[in-house]
């Protein structure tokens, strides 16, 4: 096979009429068997120059593509998991508990063992601060003994009733400052700090303050004592 220079399109398209011109004026015989020039102009294969689609058309279909892939991802990435049955009645529970603060987020074990006798923690955010409960499921119904490992506490509260404890304990009046948040979440058993200030005089003492029970109780004793 002899491979020779293949002409561009352009020109084998000039050929084309200019063959064409010169067999409409009679200078190319019609009865003869035609050249292989004739016989591709008169299929219109040179003749009319065939232009591939435009590139627009292919990238508009690619990014339409890629446009639906990345909604399918989307709907199947996008949000948070929908919480389980046993998350949204842990949270419905403990929010009646820990009102009128605030309670999101619970997460269970998703492998948690439902079966009497039972138990797993879930957490979740208490005000932005962590909080966890144990879950126990009771019997073969599926009941459940929900018991918080953390206390919340408002702190306008706990500083009154602080500051009516030690006023009685110590003889004197005296003013509590826990801190400037509205809410304390402390884990059940552990300590926080206030600061007791004498009425008449402004002197100040901390106090370590144990929280006894998940529904606030708590008791108090002077710092180093």
Request: glycine letters at 6%; aromatic letters at 4%.
């Amino acid at each position: 096979m002899t491979c020779g220079f293949v002409p561009s399109a352009e020109r084998m398209s000039d050929s084309c009429n200019e063959l064409m011109s010169r067999q409409h004026q009679g200078e190319v015989g019609t009865l003869q068997r035609p050249s292989a020039l004739e016989s591709n102009c008169l299929r219109g294969r040179f003749a009319r120059l065939q232009t591939a689609p435009p590139m627009r058309k292919k990238r508009s279909a690619s990014l339409a593509a890629l446009a639906t892939i990345i909604v399918m991802l989307a709907a199947a990435c996008g949000g948070e998991p929908e919480q389980t049955a046993i998350e949204r009645e842990v949270q419905n529970y403990l929010q009646s508990v820990v009102a009128p603060a605030e309670i999101s987020d619970i997460d269970c074990p998703p492998d948690a063992p439902i079966r009497p006798g039972s138990s797993f923690l879930c957490d979740g955010l208490v005000e932005n601060e962590f909080y966890e409960a144990q879950v126990t499921i009771i019997d073969a119904q599926g009941r459940k003994e929900i018991r918080p490992r953390h206390a919340v506490m408002q702190v306008i509260a706990k500083e009154t009733s602080v500051a009516a404890e030690a006023a009685e304990a110590l003889g004197f009046d005296v003013q509590a400052d826990c801190g400037d948040s509205l809410y304390l979440v402390v884990p059940v058993g552990q300590t926080f700090l206030c600061t007791l200030e004498q009425a008449d005089t402004g002197l100040t003492q901390d106090i370590e303050v144990k929280v006894q029970n998940e529904i606030g109780a708590t008791d108090w004793k002077l710092k180093g004592s």
